[in-house]
């Protein structure tokens, strides 16, 4: 199954994991998954209206998925999903 | 006793002491300190603010620290220049240059920040600092850090300029060259924040670090006089200068320092790397990132965390975006070179260079006052320039070689 990295800022959210699997065939079928099993963390991903929270940036294998095919880019059991808020500028 | 009350969610609300923080708990969006403005008024006046020190310190009650500055002690108060022969040649009346170029200690925007981020290290207690960045950022955590007396971690992309990485690691900091581009180099600084106790100026220490930016701004309506320019113009990289330059006018308003004009800011991305101008152009409120391609390494940021309030505040005011290319980017650099004498470097030839494709469009009234902002300089640039000059033949040193050469010359406009 595909792995889920979580930020630390996530982590009490998912009884304090830094990693989870999960099963799904596309990003967004993995998030909503870990939204079911884990409420709160759920509530912190997705705004009220049910889009990804615009602070949050999600890759796969290190590669921004809104460069892929959004929440419908296609993860395998090999492929590293990251959740990463986003950060200043340099 | 300063004047800070809290941090605040800058979507949520929600209030947090002043702890090293990354970003909102809720919803992961920046957190902003908030100040007293009211038991600032009467207190924080034109006068206070004049008694004060020759650097970004004399706006020390705007910003958020608590005891004595502990860096920066010659950083800001750079030069509001009178651009009058670059205003000519653009068909401007009046036009000023904020000229950061010549900040100290490492000639970038980025000593205001980091003097404010690294004083509030100290007064949180790390024991280390350190930095995602383009290049100018690791240059002035590496000095400001050394002034301090911290050890340094700059995280930077792999393809720097030279005149960068030379600069930054005289100052003696752990060097980390990063296969990616800045949004890669980012991305893996937060991982490293969750793990490593550092203070990272533009991570955990960010909401104190971009207050150091409204300085920029601070600046520009003392130095014009205790009023503002119509229009300001921006380079975007983060998102982080421009809107604090707006908070910094905004404060100045609201204590009664300077009369509201409506100020207008407009935006300038090179077109290698334009997700914030492509969004404010398409009338969008949020923006797609972008893989970086320019000669504007410093302003190379795809993933703009703060791009939104860039898109915001160009609304908000009545603004505009521009994008420069690359060859229009080096042309401008020559162009203020020429006529001012400021060499920035390519960050800075495309803001000049959007401004003046902001001034031919129209968005900019030739009759209206304009500041550019420039925040950088092209001494740790220059092979941005390679192949612009021709070779120039050394000659003898004799008075008739010299004579040949000036007879080989073209028309001189100082012939008699």
């Known amino acids: 199954m595909p792995t889920v990295t979580i930020p630390a800022a996530l982590?009490?959210?998912?009884?304090?994991?830094?990693?989870?699997?999960?099963?799904?065939?596309?990003?967004?079928?993995?998030?909503?998954?870990l939204k079911d099993q884990y409420p709160a963390f759920g509530a912190k991903l997705y705004k009220a209206d049910g889009a990804l929270n615009r602070f949050v940036n999600v890759y796969v294998n290190n590669e921004d998925i809104r460069f892929m095919d959004d929440l419908d880019t296609q993860v395998t059991d090999r492929d590293e999903v990251a959740i990463i808020p986003a950060i200043a500028g340099g | 006793m300063s004047y800070v009350k809290c941090l605040r969610g800058k979507e949520s609300g929600i209030e947090y002491p002043i702890t090293p923080r990354t970003s909102?708990?809720?919803?992961?969006?920046?957190v902003e300190v908030v100040y007293d403005y009211e038991r600032m008024k009467g207190r924080v006046t034109r006068k206070s603010i004049e008694a004060g020190p020759q650097s970004l310190w004399r706006y020390k009650d705007l910003l958020p620290i608590e005891g004595e500055p502990k860096t920066g002690f010659h950083s800001g108060w750079t030069p509001l220049v009178r651009a009058n022969r670059l205003a000519a040649e653009l068909g401007l009346k009046e036009l000023y240059i904020k000229d950061d170029?010549?900040?100290?200690?490492?000639?970038?925007?980025?000593?205001?920040?980091?003097?404010?981020?690294?004083?509030?290290a100290l007064e949180f207690?790390?024991?280390?600092?350190?930095?995602?960045?383009?290049?100018?950022?690791?240059?002035?955590?590496?000095?400001h850090a050394?002034?301090?007396?911290?050890?340094?971690?700059?995280?930077?992309?792999?393809?720097?300029?030279?005149?960068?990485?030379?600069?930054?690691r005289v100052c003696?900091?752990?060097?980390?060259?990063?296969?990616?581009?800045?949004?890669?180099?980012?991305?893996?600084?937060s991982q490293i924040a969750d793990k490593y106790g550092w203070g990272l100026v533009n991570v955990n220490l960010r909401p104190f670090y971009t207050e150091g930016a409204k300085t920029h701004g601070h600046e520009i309506a003392e130095q014009l006089g205790w009023r503002l320019p119509k229009h300001t113009v921006l380079p975007v990289a983060g998102g982080t200068i421009l809107p604090k330059v707006h908070k910094g006018y905004q404060e100045f308003i609201q204590l009664g320092l300077v009369e509201d004009n409506q100020p207008v800011f407009h935006a300038a991305q090179a077109e290698g790397c334009c997700p914030v101008a492509k969004a404010i152009r398409e009338g969008k409120s949020d923006f797609k990132p972008q893989k970086p391609n320019t000669i504007a390494k410093s302003i190379a940021i795809g993933n703009p965390a703060d791009g939104q309030y860039v898109i915001q505040d160009i609304k908000k005011t009545g603004g505009f975006a521009a994008t420069a290319n690359d060859s229009e980017i080096i042309d401008a650099i020559q162009?203020?070179?020429?006529?001012?004498?400021?060499?920035?470097?390519p960050a800075g030839g495309t803001t000049l260079a959007c401004a003046i494709k902001l001034i031919n469009d129209g968005r900019i009234p030739r009759d209206e006052p304009v500041c550019i902002c420039i925040t950088g300089n092209g001494l740790k640039t220059i092979e941005a320039m390679n192949g612009r000059f021709p070779h120039v033949e050394p000659i003898e040193p004799r008075m008739d070689a010299f004579d040949a050469m000036m007879n080989s010359m073209p028309a001189r406009a100082d012939a008699n």
């Open chain 2, 125 to 143: 207690g790390f024991k280390a600092v350190g930095c995602a960045s383009t290049g100018n950022l690791a240059h002035s955590v590496a000095a």
């Open chain 2, 335 to 345: 162009l203020l070179a020429k006529t001012e004498g400021i060499f920035t470097e």
């Open chain 2, 101 to 120: 170029s010549g900040n100290r200690p490492s000639f970038s925007y980025k000593d205001r920040v980091v003097a404010v981020a690294i004083t509030k």
């Open chain 2, 24 to 30: 909102c708990d809720l919803d992961f969006s920046p």
């Open chain 2, 172 to 189: 003696g900091p752990n060097l980390v060259r990063i296969k990616g581009n800045y949004d890669d180099v980012n991305r893996l600084c």
């Open chain 1, 11 to 33: 982590r009490p959210q998912v009884d304090g994991l830094s990693e989870i699997t999960v099963a799904g065939a596309s990003v967004g079928e993995l998030l909503l998954k």
């Open chain 2, 146 to 168: 050394a002034i301090a007396g911290l050890p340094s971690y700059v995280m930077v992309p792999y393809d720097l300029e030279e005149g960068k990485i030379v600069a930054m």
